[in-house]
């Protein structure tokens, strides 16, 4: 069983930055990737970015925040990131971290993929 454990959410001003993070209680060696989505009120889970826990680093993003946003991961303390920059009030979200242990080569930012979700961190951006 996975389970993961999100971090580092607040109110910040539009152009500022924050920086997630998740915390995975379990080994890792199952888990292929992990992914950060967000859900606005009224709107679907859409995937944000995605990253392999392999030995290659490939990452994935969504159009609205490449070169914004970076994911990354920390093996050795099980902590996957989100750091994000030049803020905007459309990314203001609950943010969730998810992890997949059933491989997949696509649609790496759909939900679907992913079996072990978090509870949410709130992101609150202000104009």
């Known amino acids: 069983q996975v389970q993961v454990v999100e971090s580092g959410g607040g109110s910040v001003q539009a152009g500022g930055s924050l920086r997630l993070s998740c915390a995975v209680s379990?080994?890792?060696?199952?888990?292929?990737?992990m992914a950060w989505f967000r859900q606005a009120p009224g709107k679907e889970r859409e995937g944000v970015a995605a990253i392999y826990t392999g030995n290659h680093n490939n990452t994935y993003y969504a159009d609205s925040v490449k070169g914004r946003f970076t994911i990354s991961r920390d093996n050795a303390k099980k902590t996957l990131y989100l750091q994000m920059n030049s803020l905007k009030p459309d990314d203001a979200a609950m943010y969730y971290c998810?992890?997949?242990?059933?491989?997949?080569?696509?649609?790496?930012?759909?939900?679907?993929?992913?079996?072990?979700w978090g509870q949410g961190t709130q992101v609150t951006v202000s104009s």
């Open positions: 998810a992890a997949a242990t059933r491989y997949a080569e696509f649609r790496l930012l759909a939900p679907d993929r992913y079996n072990y």
């Open positions: 379990s080994d890792t060696y199952h888990i292929y990737y």
